[in-house]
């Protein structure tokens, strides 16, 4: 019997495991698809600045006015709460050209959420972005870059492309390192085609202001430019990007 009930077990793990693997998609095969975004092959010296958790009434225009300075476009994934609480730094970053992404409502946790509460996260951040700035956001980026294939799903079908970063440009500016650290965690490993994570909101970002100017300054002078995801996207071939986002 024993034998049996051993036999019985190995089958089912067996099972239950080859199940995970056809279920789950790998990084290739959902970046193959053009679902999931991490960085995008480019012969143009683009390289895509984004920031995750604002507005902030004190940071979003710091960081606005530097990108200003260099002439460079940027996507802000926007936290709906904030969103609502401060509108008018949605509409100066569509004045300024950049773009805005849903980055949920209330910044809560992905892995085991609901389908329910995960749709209301993108559905009232939607809301609050369109009611600032009058456009629907395409792009969504989960908290921690956290996915699976049930969200991104999800969020498909909602219609959002999912935007992550490319691994190793995240500034790491949420540990508050130094300015030093910040710039040595982005400029030297910057290659055409990247997406760079940083944040302007979530505690103090002073240090990301002044780590940017300085990161835009010495990519500037290799020759860089500095656009938002839809830009790098277009410029790279991929195709469903609307026209209103890339002022076409």
Excluded at 16 to 35: C, I, L, P
Excluded at 46 to 66: E, K, N, R, S, W
Excluded at 116 to 123: K, S, T, V
């Amino acid at each position: 019997m024993k034998r049996i009930l051993f036999a019985l077990c190995s089958l089912l793990l067996l099972f239950t495991s080859g199940f995970n693997d056809v279920q789950a998609k790998s990084k290739e095969e959902w970046q193959d698809s053009g679902e999931i975004v991490w960085n995008v092959p480019s012969e143009r010296k683009l390289i895509a600045i984004t920031f995750d958790d604002g507005p902030h009434p004190l940071y979003t225009p710091l960081i606005m006015d530097v990108l200003k300075k260099h002439h460079a476009k940027a996507t802000f994934f926007v936290i709906g709460k904030h969103a609502e609480r401060y509108p008018e730094l949605l509409q100066r970053g569509i004045e300024d050209g950049h773009e805005i992404g849903n980055h949920t409502y209330e910044h809560v946790g992905m892995q085991g959420i609901s389908d329910d509460l995960f749709l209301q996260q993108l559905e009232k951040t939607e809301q609050a972005i369109i009611a600032a700035t009058g456009i629907r956001p395409v792009f969504f980026r989960s908290v921690g870059g956290y996915y699976d294939d049930r969200l991104i799903t999800l969020a498909a079908d909602e219609g959002y492309r999912t935007i992550i970063w490319s691994w190793h440009q995240d500034s790491r500016d949420w540990k508050r390192p130094g300015v030093a650290n910040i710039i040595n965690n982005v400029a030297p490993g910057s290659h055409p085609g990247d997406i760079v994570l940083f944040h302007d909101a979530g505690g103090n970002r002073s240090e990301t202001v002044k780590a940017l100017d300085k990161i835009l300054d010495q990519l500037e002078k290799e020759g860089f430019e500095f656009v938002t995801v839809s830009e790098l996207l277009l410029h790279s071939g991929y195709e469903g990007i609307p026209s209103e986002l890339i002022g076409l």
